[in-house]
Antibody
Framework: EAQLLESGGGLVQPGGSLRLSCAASGFTFRDYAMTWVRQAPGKGLEWVSSIGGSGGDIYYGDSVKGRFTISRDNSQNILYLQMNSLRAEDTALYYC?????????????????WGQGTLVTVSS | DIQLTQSPSFLSASVGDRVTITCRASQDISNFLAWYQQKPGKAPKVLIYAASSLQSGVPSRFSGSGSGTEFTLTISSLQPEDFATYYCQQVNYYPLTFGGGTEVEIK
């Protein structure tokens, strides 16, 4: 059974940095694209970034482009999200999820499963 | 960017009721749509992919239909455990986008 476990969240000041990790198990990690999705308190879901199985194809949402960097270590089965220049509006629960395809740009690329999330709070 | 508009945003229904949630896309997305269920305090879970394909393990009372710009998620007979928020997502055009969600309350 595929499982994902996020870590690395916490309280950070505006302008600060944080690196999230997502440890994967129960599936062949390198064979699937992976993604980050966030959910602000009491709000809906917002896609953040996705990375292909090889790490070669990467997409970002406009709200994080230039500030966040997604990466993966296929030898350790870990997905990362480096978050720089954090703003109050980045406060959210951050989920990682496995995508259904190897390539980010493939069709029918839904998210399953999702991790339990890690909370990022940006506040002074 | 493709906008997804869900309606209603909130609904209250009784156990056994048939419930329908609509998701409208701002442009033609063929059948590149997924539906997710999120229970309070939990991560989302995929119910439907490719607009109408039931994910393995999901009860058959859930079904999806539609193509192009209009899609529906139907729960044929609402159960107490279906209390949750439901989101549609277009899964083919970047940036990927979600609908605003539909909260389902059990009367």
């Amino acid at each position: 059974e595929a499982q994902l476990l996020e870590s690395g969240g916490g309280l950070v000041q505006p302008g600060g940095s944080l690196r999230l990790s997502c440890a994967a198990s129960g599936f062949t990690f390198r064979d699937y694209a992976m993604t980050w999705v966030r959910q602000a308190p009491g709000k809906g879901l917002e896609w953040v970034s996705s990375i292909g199985g090889s790490g070669g194809d990467i997409y970002y949402g406009d709200s994080v482009k230039g500030r966040f960097t997604i990466s993966r270590d296929n030898s350790q089965n870990i997905l990362y999200l480096q978050m720089n220049s954090l703003r109050a509006e980045d406060t959210a629960l951050y989920y990682c999820a496995k995508m259904s395809r190897y390539v980010v740009g493939a069709t029918y690329n839904w998210f399953d499963p999702w991790g339990q999330g890690t909370l990022v709070t940006v506040s002074s | 960017d493709i906008q997804l508009t869900q309606s209603p945003s909130f609904l209250s229904a009784s156990v056994g009721d048939r419930v329908t949630i609509t998701c409208r896309a701002s442009q033609d997305i063929s059948n590149f749509l997924a539906w997710y269920q999120q229970k309070p305090g939990k991560a989302p879970k995929v119910l439907i992919y490719a607009a109408s394909s039931l994910q393995s393990g999901v009860p058959s009372r859930f079904s999806g239909s539609g193509s192009g710009t209009e899609f529906t998620l139907t729960i044929s007979s609402l159960q107490p455990e279906d209390f949750a928020t439901y989101y549609c997502q277009q899964v083919n055009y970047y940036p990927l986008t979600f609908g605003g969600g539909t909260e389902v309350e059990i009367k």
